[in-house]
């Protein structure tokens, strides 16, 4: 069978793991980088086999021979590319957020149902394997009537005012920057998690930084810790490092959570605890193959990923077997196998997050905004995102 061709447009930290992630899926050929920046994209071309190179993506979506297109660049441009490739006929995987406007969000939900396009936002989180074994021990019934979802997403890599990176600026990123960035993945995995809808919230944002010092040179996400003085400007900041949120889900559960990007040595921890009237459970992004699952009236357990023991539909989600961990790289892998399935076969139903996904977590964003404005609850809109 002619295997798929893709594209990805953008060459920064996610953009690389993209194309790490889509050399694993063996139907899809790795065919061209977009990158106004020609020659780090030649060397990624060149690092990963990579037949050709274009500064002008428009170039790429003008050949009809790509069938796809990764979006992997700064949250502005995620709306009119994803726009572009659409009209030109791609598949389209976007990296969250969809877009930096409701308005936006929805003319992209509309364009690829119009077109009849297979579209991914990416939330990838969903598919830790430990994260899809809790979801089927809800659907079992096994955790009885949720009552309290907490917890966070924390991260300590914008602690100083001298850290740096292209989602401190709203021009690139959009009105949020913390809770677009990794709130809005919380927010996707509990929804996911529980089958329960966010209906209500009050959030209170905090910028702690008034003020940045902005490297007078480019650097990589997650980079920047040695830079001198003279290598920096300070600027004003509009967007938040903290926020949290109280939220109402369904019609009886209650919950909490923050998310931060200065919480001092925490790398990269989302956190979720789900308190059930049966049961509750709790995992951790730092310790991914482990699950904690707690009881009332016997001892608490702490399993540890294994296919063979886990739910029947949350097996295909582990590819080794147990005591063989599986991580961050491997959640793209299972995203781009089930997308690439999804267009080489019109009859599957999507087992990814989709652009009205993404729509949905757009409202989730506007209400916490307009909930910290006004210092008060906020209302998100009821309507069905798709949860495969």
């Known amino acids: 069978m002619k295997k798929l061709r893709t594209a990805v447009l953008g060459t920064g930290f996610v953009g690389r793991v993209h194309l790490e992630g889509i050399r694993r899926v063996g139907s899809v050929e ?75 969000g929805q003319k992209l939900v509309d364009l690829a149902r119009a077109k009849k396009l297979r579209n991914c936002n990416f ?14 021990m809800r659907e079992a019934g096994e955790l009885g009537e949720i009552l309290v979802a907490q917890g966070t997403y924390s ?31 919380w927010c996707d995995m509990m ?30 996400t997650f980079a920047g810790k040695t830079l001198k003085p003279e290598d920096y400007v300070e600027v004003p900041i509009d967007t938040e490092d903290f926020g949290s949120v109280l939220i109402r889900m369904g019609d009886r559960a209650r919950g909490c959570f923050t998310a931060s990007q200065v919480a001092a040595g925490r790398k990269n921890r989302l956190s979720m605890e789900i308190y059930g009237t049966k049961m509750g459970v709790a995992w951790d992004q730092e310790r991914p193959d482990e699950l904690w699952i707690g009881q009332r009236n016997s001892p608490n357990q702490i399993i540890v990923k294994d296919p063979s023991l ?6 295909p989600f582990a590819d080794l077997p147990g005591g063989h961990s599986e991580g961050y790289d491997d959640t793209f892998k299972q995203v781009f196998r ?19 996904d993404g729509l949905r977590q ?14 008060g609850w906020v209302d998100v809109p009821a309507f069905q995102a798709a949860t495969a």
């Open 30 to 104: 790795l065919y061209a980088i977009g990158e106004p920046e020609v020659d780090k994209a030649k060397a990624l071309a060149k690092e990963f086999g990579v037949e050709r190179v274009e500064a002008d993506y428009h170039k790429l979506l003008a050949d009809p021979s790509i069938d796809a297109v990764h979006i992997c660049t700064p949250n502005a441009l995620h709306y009119p590319m994803a726009k572009d490739a659409l009209e030109a006929g791609k598949h389209v995987i976007c990296e969250k957020p969809l877009a930096t406007s409701i308005e936006e």
């Open 123 to 136: 939330h990838n989180l969903r598919y830790y394997p430990m994260v899809q074994h809790m979801r089927r």
């Open 155 to 185: 991260q300590d890599w914008l602690l100083y005012d001298t850290d740096w990176n292209w989602r401190i600026d709203s021009k690139a990123n959009g009105p949020l920057r913390c809770m677009a960035d990794i709130g809005s993945h």
């Open 191 to 220: 929804e996911h998690v529980t089958g329960l809808r966010i209906t209500s919230l009050c959030a209170d944002l905090q910028t702690f930084h008034k003020t940045r010092k902005r490297p007078k040179g480019p650097i990589e």
């Open 310 to 315: 886990m739910k029947e539909r949350a097996r």
């Open 338 to 356: 089930r997308f690439y399935k999804s267009i080489e076969d019109p009859t599957v139903e999507p087992e990814y997050a989709q652009f009205v």
């Open 362 to 375: 757009l409202n989730i964003l506007a209400a916490e905004l307009k909930s910290s404005q006004g210092h």
